[in-house]
């Protein structure tokens, strides 16, 4: 069996193609379009260009899995429409343009299905914690022996940060110093507060970001996914000065990242000292994989 599984985030809206059988799948395609969903969010209401963005990439998606003869595309949706008051008519005109019904995760689905994902993928030890950092939201799963034992989606992220405090491309020090604010008060909300944990399993565009670059920066092979966690506050640190260097190391890396990466860096830094982190292990897999084992593969094998 083939499918398509898309996410539809703050940031990005990613199409993966996968063989699956049994138990067993295989990533046979990644396709990323950089929407910047969060970015046309106004108190609260997902705009209508907006919307529309998203019809376009949607559209886009299910041409090319129409190509390929694959018939099952299955699409949900993260905080960029989970955190906004006009989800259900965001929902209606998406189905209504393009065909496509989205599943909108509630958070502790979104944290499931990223533990899941990583579990399955080989990222996550039997204990520990797992952070996954998205353009809107940022969820944090505690968990023992293979099984969750608290988490929770915290509404932060790397591009509703930068919207939200960010007037240039790099944060100036008082914008940094309200990021790092608003990131503090919500760890301190978080269902997983008070814990420690010297290794940590990082998800997301974020945390991949962060690992490229901090591998580049070391001389690391590319595909390392062990990093210290002195590697990625040393890294924001050199980042934040927002010079001609910086901006090159950026644009050469993670270009599509250039302005989204620092508030990235201030969740991820705050994340690491809140839990005194010592390593970070950054996963292949996330929602993705666990959207694709828990919704499509447990669902097909109870239809049959």
Known sequence: MKCGIVDVGSNTIRLSIYHWEGQTFKLLMNKKEMAG???YIKNGLLSDSGILVACRVLAGFKALLRNFDIADLYVFGTASLRNIVNTEEALETIEAVTGIKVEVLSGADEAAFSFLGATVGGGAPGSGMLADVGGGSTELVAYRDGAITSGCSLPMGSLSLFTKHVSGLFPTKEERKAIRSDVREELEKAKTAGLRCSHLTGVGGTFRAAAKLCNDLSGADPDNRIIPAGEIHALYKGLKKGDQDTLRQILRSVPDRVHTILPGL?????I???????TVSVSACGVREGYLLRRVMEGTSHDA
């Open 272 to 278: 690491l000292d809140a839990y005194e982190v010592s």
């Open 37 to 39: 969903l969060a970015g």
């Open 266 to 270: 201030a969740i991820l830094t705050a």
